[in-house]
Nanobody, 119 residues
Framework: QVQLVESGGGLVQAGGSLRISCAASRITVSANAMAWYRQTPGKQRELVARITNIGITTYVESVKGRFTISKDNAKNTVNLQMNSLKPEDTAVYYC?????????????WGQGTQVTVSS
């Protein structure tokens, strides 16, 4: 069973930085598209950043220039470096893996990590 475990969330002041990580087991991060989503109460889960198996990255407009998604192939993790954080970045952040299963893709999710940005 694929497992994704997020870590690194916490409380940070506005303007600060935080790095969250997602450790994967039973898949190879480098071979799959990986993404970070976030969700606040009462709202739909929102795609924040995505990195493909060949390293192409995309970001939601609100985080461009502030967040960076990357893979650490040696550690089999995907990371999200978040700089210049704003209170509106407060959310539970989820890691997702898009895994090819031969005939279709399957999505796997982590349990989430809370990021809180104080003003």
């Amino acid at each position: 069973q694929v497992q994704l475990v997020e870590s690194g969330g916490g409380l940070v002041q506005a303007g600060g930085s935080l790095r969250i990580s997602c450790a994967a087991s039973r898949i190879t991060v480098s071979a799959n598209a990986m993404a970070w989503y976030r969700q606040t109460p009462g709202k739909q889960r929102e795609l924040v950043a995505r990195i493909t198996n060949i390293g192409i990255t995309t970001y939601v407009e609100s985080v461009k220039g502030r967040f960076t998604i990357s893979k650490d192939n040696a550690k089999n993790t995907v990371n999200l470096q978040m700089n210049s954080l704003k209170p509106e970045d407060t959310a539970v952040y989820y890691c997702k893996a898009e895994v090819w299963r031969g005939t279709s893709f399957a999505d796997y999710w982590g349990q989430g990590t809370q990021v809180t940005v104080s003003s």
